[in-house]
C-alpha cells in the first residue's frame, strides 16, 4: 500500500483530499498543528501533531512514515491578513517549504504535491487563465506561493525531486456524504458567508463593488467543488510517482459565476434571501477569474465533474446545518 503524508490534512481542502486518497487505496497520515485546522477532520488515518517551522518535527514525520508520496497544504491563505502581516505569510508559507524539502531530502523523498493558487497570477492578462499566464501577484499570499513554487522547481532541478503544483480557483462546497466541510476563524470566504447572511438574522453579505465591466456588473469568479479537487491531487499524486521534473495544472471549472448569481444560487437552495449591503470594490480586486483546466483535462485525465453553482451551494449548506444540529 503506497502511503502519503499529508502536511495541512486537518485543514479545508486538504482533509477532502485525505478521504480521496483513503478511498483511492492509499495509507493516509496526516501532519498538522492545528493552528488552523481541526481534530475531528482527521478521519482516514493517524494526525502526526507538528509543525513545519520546526525543522526538527517534520524530519521526524518523514523519517517515521517514510512516504511514497508528500501532499503539502500547510499555507496561511488570508488575502487581507497577508497584507497586514506579511511576515507571518513569508514565514510559514516559505520557511515552512523550506524544511519540508529538506526533510524530503533527508530521507530520500521524491515525489511532492503542492496546493498552490490562482492568486500568483494577479491580474488577469487574459480569460481563461492557463499555466502560461504571467505569474504577477498583487499581494503577499499570492508572493508566498510563488515563491515556494520557484523553491520546488530549484530543488527539483538540483536534486531530482518530482513535483506537482496545483493552482487552485476557488475552492468551494462540501463533502456530499456529511463527514467534513469548510469551516475558517474567521471566515472570508462568498459561498459560506452567503449562506451565513441567509439563515442568521443577525448576518450580512457586502457585495464588494457593482460597477464591474461584467454581465450584472459584480464581479466573476470560478467555483471548484473541493471533491473535484480532491479527485486531482489523487490524479496529480499518480502522476508524480510515474514522471520527473517539476509540474503545475489549473484547477478550475471554466465557468465563472458572479457574486449576484451566487447570491440568487443561495436564495433558490436556503429558500431565504441573504441580507445584502453593497460596498465598494476592494483594492486590487479583479473584474473577472476563470480558469483554463485544458492541460489537467489533457495530461491528468481529470475533468470538474461538478461545475453547477446549486449543486456546490447546497453541499455548503448541508454542512452548515449538520453543524448547527451537532
Request: aromatic fraction near 8%.
Amino acid at each position: 500500500m503506497r502511503t502519503v503524508l499529508v502536511i495541512g490534512g486537518a485543514g479545508y481542502v486538504g482533509s477532502h483530499c485525505c478521504k480521496a486518497f483513503a478511498a483511492a487505496g492509499w495509507r493516509v497520515v496526516c501532519f498538522d498543528n492545528l493552528s488552523r485546522g481541526w481534530r475531528d477532520a482527521v478521519k482516514w488515518g493517524p494526525l502526526i501533531e507538528g509543525d513545519l517551522l520546526n525543522r526538527g518535527e517534520i524530519s521526524a514525520a518523514v523519517r517515521d512514515t517514510r512516504p511514497d508520496l508528500i501532499a503539502h497544504f500547510a499555507a496561511f491563505a488570508y488575502v487581507g491578513e497577508s497584507v497586514a502581516s506579511p511576515e507571518i505569510y513569508y514565514r510559514n508559507n516559505c520557511v515552512g517549504t523550506i524544511n519540508m524539502l529538506d526533510a524530503m531530502l533527508e530521507y530520500e523523498v521524491k515525489p511532492l504535491l503542492f496546493s498552490s493558487t490562482c492568486a500568483s497570477y494577479g491580474i488577469p492578462q487574459h480569460l481563461p487563465i492557463d499555466e502560461n499566464h504571467p505569474q504577477v501577484p498583487i499581494n503577499p499570499y499570492g508572493e508566498s506561493k510563488l515563491m515556494a513554487e520557484k523553491m520546488l522547481r530549484d530543488y527539483g532541478a538540483a536534486h531530482g525531486l518530482r513535483t506537482v503544483a496545483l493552482r487552485y480557483f476557488n475552492a468551494a462546497g462540501a463533502d456530499a456524504d456529511g463527514e467534513i466541510g469548510e469551516r475558517h476563524e474567521p471566515e472570508t470566504h462568498a459561498i459560506p458567508l452567503a449562506i451565513e447572511a441567509a439563515i442568521d438574522p443577525d448576518a450580512t453579505f457586502t457585495v464588494m463593488g457593482t460597477d464591474f465591466d461584467t454581465r450584472d456588473g459584480s464581479a466573476v469568479r470560478d467555483y471548484i467543488h473541493v471533491t473535484d479537487l480532491a479527485s486531482a491531487h489523487v490524479a496529480a499524486g499518480a502522476f508524480a510517482l510515474a514522471n520527473e521534473g517539476s509540474h503545475i495544472f489549473n484547477l478550475g471549472t471554466g465557468v465563472g459565476t458572479t457574486v449576484l448569481e451566487l447570491l440568487a444560487a443561495v436564495e433558490r437552495i436556503a429558500g431565504r434571501r441573504p441580507s445584502v449591503e453593497m460596498g465598494g470594490r476592494r483594492a486590487g480586486d479583479p473584474a473577472a477569474l476563470v480558469a483554463s483546466y485544458e492541460k489537467a483535462q489533457r495530461v491528468l485525465g481529470w475533468q470538474p465533474q461538478c461545475s453547477d453553482i446549486d449543486t456546490i451551494v447546497d453541499t455548503a449548506l448541508a454542512w452548515r446545518r449538520s453543524r448547527a444540529g451537532a
